[in-house]
């Protein structure tokens, strides 16, 4: 299902806080595709809603697994770079 959010084009920047849960909670395969869904939609975001997503994903850095920890680092940076 996050695959096909991803692959049809839609912004989902309304929905980013449920992305980012995934990425939090979800296996490793779906916590990337939840990751491309957050890359393509934070384009779409105020720079406030920005700033709002970079302190969540900040927050929750220690619930991140190891594994995805590298991961849920780079779409911080992705983020910072907007």
């Known amino acids: 299902l996050v ?29 990337v595709e939840a990751f491309t869904v957050i890359e393509e939609a934070v384009g779409d975001l105020e720079q406030e809603e920005q700033k709002a997503l970079l ?16 991961l849920f680092v780079e779409l911080i940076k992705v983020i910072e770079s907007y």
């Open 3 to 31: 695959a096909a959010c991803w692959q049809n084009g839609l912004s989902y920047g309304k929905h980013i806080a449920t992305f980012v849960d995934v990425v939090v909670s979800g296996d490793y395969s779906t916590a």
């Open 55 to 70: 302190r969540s994903l900040k927050s929750k850095l220690q619930e991140v697994d190891e594994q995805k920890k590298t």
